[in-house]
């Protein structure tokens, strides 16, 4: 079974700062990796995804994150944050495989960003 | 544009009635999902269904059931509600790339 870790449960952040949001995974097979936001009574909404390929990938709302398969990490990070970016950030991962397995993901507990005008 | 709605966004009910949560996708999707949210806990997974009338327990299926007849639509029961299912609910279906797409949840409480 996999699990996921996200270290902060709270992260405040002044404007035009930058920003990292840690996750930390735990899985016996390779992974797919996601990060998904959450703005005040909405659903989630995708932000970005690694599959394979490049560790570097890059999503929506100038975010991108980097897949580090020795440390078994998945940080989120943006190099200047704008009030619009306060919401919850949730990481999550699927593990391949045969089986219905790999059609779950498992998601972290989530962090709480906030923008400090 | 990819959609997923829910039938609401607020819902009250009392302890014991039967409660139904619908949800409904436009992508042609086998795969839906759902979740219940709650703060320090993030999403945990509670039925999924990958085509129709097939389905598969999560991680905390005590206390529901689902249904699904139909490839667009993916209902959640809860038989009996109790006033520990107060929840916020999400319901996903999973496209080609293995991302899923959420509807925008229905908050239940129930007293």
């Known amino acids: 079974a996999q699990s996921v870790t996200q270290l902060d449960s709270q992260v405040p952040v002044f404007e035009e700062a930058p920003v990292e949001l840690r996750c930390n995974y735990s899985?016996?097979?390779?992974?797919?990796l996601f990060w998904y936001v959450q703005y005040p009574n909405q659903g989630l909404q995708l932000l970005l995804k690694?599959?394979?390929?490049?560790?570097l990938v890059k999503g929506i709302n100038g975010f991108e994150a980097e897949f580090n398969k020795s440390q078994t990490s998945f940080h989120l990070r943006k190099p200047s944050v704008h009030i619009s970016d306060t919401a919850e950030y949730f990481c999550?991962?699927?593990?391949?495989?045969?089986?219905?397995?790999?059609?779950?993901?498992?998601f972290g507990t989530g962090t709480r960003l906030t923008i400090i005008p | 544009d990819v959609k997923v709605t829910q039938s609401s966004r607020y819902l009250v009910k009392r302890t014991g009635e039967k409660v139904f949560l619908e949800c409904v996708q436009d992508?042609?999707?086998?795969?839906m999902f759902w979740y219940r949210q709650d703060p320090g806990l993030g999403l945990r997974l509670i039925y999924f269904?990958?085509?129709?009338?097939?389905?598969e327990k999560g991680d905390i299926p005590e206390g529901y059931s689902v249904s699904r007849e139909k490839k667009e639509r993916f209902s959640l029961i809860l038989e009996s509600a109790s006033t520990n299912q107060t929840s916020m609910y999400l319901c996903?279906?999973?496209?080609?790339?293995?991302?899923?797409?959420f509807g925008p949840g229905t908050r239940l409480t129930v007293t």
């Open positions: 996903a279906s999973r496209g080609s790339a293995y991302e899923q797409y």
């Open positions: 899985s016996s097979v390779s992974v797919y």
């Open positions: 690694y599959l394979s390929g490049s560790t």
């Open positions: 999550a991962v699927s593990a391949l495989g045969s089986g219905f397995g790999n059609e779950k993901l498992t």
């Open positions: 992508m042609d999707h086998e795969n």
């Open positions: 269904s990958y085509d129709v009338k097939m389905k």
